[in-house]
């Protein structure tokens, strides 16, 4: 991946930041695209794929902690390197960005080579995780919601779906659907998979190397393998029902892994 063909997503509602640093970019060889907050990178996101995003942490309407998660629980751009802007070097701040999986922080005012310096890094470390890859294994399509409850223990929807019961979660691959008591759970292609395998599993940790083979179909070591799966793991247990900062049914194994246990 050249210069010339690499294109970056710049996103800070600071006209002037935004502005220097696209020219920075764009005199080292970048393209760029640019959005003022979270929300509105979203857009850009649905229409053009950038090879890496530099987004400031502090936004209205969408700040850049919320627009990293959805960038990483979104299976198509789960892979695209991920930068903060701060203008505070704050350690509570940057240890809530590592806890995500954020791979790498920018502290304004910039010094261009230093920018350069980090986009060409994260840039030459995304392309060898793409030459690693291995064939990723087929995502389920979603089908088509027709049951608006859980299948019931012992029916003929249940054993022929093979479906998954942990307490009161319900997973159906059947239908791509899965259930917290009465409750319908939303979740995206990767967060499905990857909440179906550690049911399957229920008590035992599985590594993120493991999971991010499963999700994604890529071979890779526990640094990046943490940081493609530590951001799925928060968006499920908050769709499962837990405040910011708890486990839940999902347990953390320090140095390990993580495991599923019934809730």
Same mark, same amino acid.
């Given at each position: 991946?050249?210069?010339?063909?690499?294109?970056?997503?710049?996103?800070?509602?600071?006209?002037?930041?935004?502005?220097?640093?696209?020219?920075?970019? /764009?005199?080292?060889?970048?393209?760029?695209?640019?959005?003022?907050?979270?929300?509105?990178?979203?857009?850009? #996101?649905?229409?053009?794929?950038?090879? #890496?995003?530099?987004?400031?942490?502090?936004?209205?309407?969408?700040?850049?902690?919320?627009?990293?998660?959805?960038?990483?629980?979104?299976?198509?751009?789960?892979?695209?390197?991920?930068?903060?802007?701060?203008?505070?070097?704050?350690?509570?701040?940057? /240890?809530?960005?590592?806890?995500?999986?954020?791979?790498?922080?920018?502290?304004?005012?910039?010094?261009?080579?230093?920018?350069?310096?980090?986009?060409?890094?994260?840039?030459?470390?995304?392309?060898?995780?793409?030459?690693?890859?291995?064939? &990723?294994?087929?995502?389920?399509?979603?089908?088509?919601?027709?049951?608006?409850?859980?299948?019931?223990?012992?029916?003929?929807?249940?054993?022929?779906?093979?479906?998954?019961?942990?307490?009161?979660?319900?997973?159906?691959?059947?239908?791509?659907?899965?259930?917290?008591?009465?409750?319908?759970?939303?979740?995206?292609?990767?967060?499905?998979?990857?909440?179906?395998? #550690? &049911?399957?599993?229920?008590?035992?940790?599985?590594?993120?190397?493991?999971?991010?083979?499963?999700?994604?179909?890529?071979?890779?070591?526990?640094?990046?393998?943490?940081? #493609?799966?530590?951001?799925?793991?928060?968006?499920?247990?908050?769709?499962?029902?837990?405040?910011?900062?708890?486990?839940?049914?999902?347990?953390?194994?320090?140095?390990?892994?993580?495991?599923?246990?019934?809730?």
């Amino acid at each position: 991946m050249s210069n010339e063909r690499a294109r970056i997503l710049v996103v800070d509602d600071h006209r002037p930041v935004l502005q220097g640093l696209c020219e920075v970019l /764009r005199q080292a060889g970048y393209s760029t695209l640019t959005a003022a907050d979270g929300r509105e990178a979203l857009g850009v #996101l649905h229409n053009h794929t950038p090879d #890496l995003i530099l987004a400031d942490i502090a936004m209205p309407v969408m700040n850049g902690y919320q627009l990293y998660e959805q960038v990483r629980a979104n299976p198509a751009w789960a892979l695209i390197p991920f930068i903060f802007l701060t203008g505070r070097a704050i350690d509570s701040d940057i /240890r809530y960005g590592k806890a995500l999986g954020v791979d790498d922080y920018l502290t304004k005012p910039f010094n261009p080579d230093d920018v350069l310096a980090v986009v060409h890094g994260k840039l030459r470390r995304a392309r060898e995780l793409v030459q690693r890859a291995v064939p &990723a294994a087929p995502v389920a399509t979603p089908q088509p919601e027709t049951a608006e409850s859980p299948p019931v223990a012992g029916s003929a929807a249940h054993k022929g779906s093979r479906v998954v019961t942990v307490g009161e979660l319900c997973i159906d691959p059947g239908q791509h659907r899965a259930w917290l008591g009465s409750e319908s759970i939303v979740l995206s292609a990767a967060e499905f998979t990857l909440l179906e395998y #550690l &049911a399957r599993q229920v008590g035992r940790v599985i590594s993120p190397e493991e999971l991010v083979r499963v999700t994604h179909g890529l071979d890779t070591d526990r640094a990046d393998a943490g940081g #493609l799966v530590r951001p799925m793991i928060s968006s499920l247990r908050r769709k499962l029902g837990y405040p910011a900062g708890e486990s839940g049914c999902i347990e953390n194994v320090r140095g390990v892994g993580y495991r599923l246990v019934e809730p």
